[in-house]
C-alpha cells in the first residue's frame, strides 16, 4: 500500500488549504484514516481520523477550522483547512490502517506535504 499525500503550499493566517491523500496498491480494505502533522523540531501529533462509518474526530487544536472527508470508492482522505494560523505551520502525514492482498491490517504512512502559513 502506496500513500500519496498533496495540497501543501504557504498561506497567509486566516487562509486555507485543502489537503488530499491518495491510497494505492492491493487494498483490500480500510479502516481508518487519518492526519498528522510534526511541527519543526516537535514530535508528530494527530490532527484528525475518520472511521469507515464517516464519524470523524479532532484534536482541539483545530476542531471547527479542520475538515476531514474521505472516498471510499478511491481510496483518499482530504483535510479541509479553514482559518489557518501560524501554529498550524507542520508537514502533515497522511496516515491509514489497511488490509492488503498481502498482509492483514497494517500501518501506513503518506511521505509528508508541508503547510506554512505566515502571519
Known amino acids: 500500500v502506496q500513500l500519496q499525500a498533496s495540497g501543501g503550499g ?3 493566517a486566516g487562509g486555507s488549504l485543502r489537503l488530499s491523500c491518495a491510497a494505492s496498491g492491493s487494498i ?3 479502516s481508518v484514516m487519518a492526519w498528522y502533522r510534526r ?3 516537535k514530535q508528530r501529533e494527530w490532527v484528525s481520523s475518520i472511521h469507515p ?3 470523524a474526530d ?3 487544536s483545530v476542531k471547527g477550522r479542520f475538515t476531514i472527508s474521505r472516498d471510499l470508492a478511491k481510496n483518499a482522505a482530504f483535510l479541509e483547512m479553514t482559518n489557518l494560523k501560524p501554529a498550524d505551520t507542520a508537514v502533515y502525514f ?3 490502517r489497511a488490509r ?3 498482509s492483514p491490517f497494517d500501518d501506513y504512512w503518506g511521505q509528508g506535504t508541508l503547510v506554512t502559513v505566515s502571519s
Do not use: L, T
Open 53 to 55: 462509518d464517516g464519524v
Open 100 to 102: 492488503s492482498a498481502r
Open 28 to 30: 483490500e480494505s480500510i
Open 58 to 60: 479532532y484534536a482541539e
Open 10 to 12: 504557504v498561506v497567509q
Open 94 to 96: 497522511c496516515y491509514v
Open 39 to 41: 511541527e519543526s523540531g
